[in-house]
Nanobody, 124 residues
Framework: QVQVVESGGGLVQAGGSLRLSCAASGVTSSAFAMGWFRQTPGKERAFVAA????????HYADSVKGRFTISRDITKNTVHLQMNSLKPEDTAVYYC?????????????????WGQGTPVTVSS
């Protein structure tokens, strides 16, 4: 059973930084990817960033390129999302997800396991 647990959300002022973490357990293969999505009330869950576990290759949404960095810690089966230069429009619940297939995707339907989400609020 794959479990995905996020942590690190909170309240920050515009221009500040936060680091989100996501621990995945129960994944039995190295041929998978992990991604971050975010959602605000009344809107669909939107892609933020993804990383291939084995190669470390990454993919970002245009809205976060140059500000957010996704990385992995293989020894801890953990993915991090470093968010810098935060803007009020980054306010959302952030979800971590596991795609049980090799390959980066920005489509939420390609992901198989999801965490419960962690809220991020950026005040102006």
């Amino acid at each position: 059973q794959v479990q995905v647990v996020e942590s690190g959300g909170g309240l920050v002022q515009a221009g500040g930084s936060l680091r989100l973490s996501c621990a995945a357990s129960g994944v039995t293969s190295s041929a998978f990817a992990m991604g971050w999505f975010r959602q605000t009330p009344g809107k669909e869950r939107a892609f933020v960033a993804a990383i291939n576990w084995s190669s470390g290759s990454t993919h970002y949404a245009d809205s976060v390129k140059g500000r957010f960095t996704i990385s992995r810690d293989i020894t801890k089966n953990t993915v991090h999302l470093q968010m810098n230069s935060l803007k009020p429009e980054d306010t959302a619940v952030y979800y971590c997800a596991v795609r049980a297939t090799y390959g980066l995707s920005d489509n939420r339907h390609d992901y198989d396991y999801w965490g419960q989400g962690t809220p991020v609020t950026v005040s102006s």
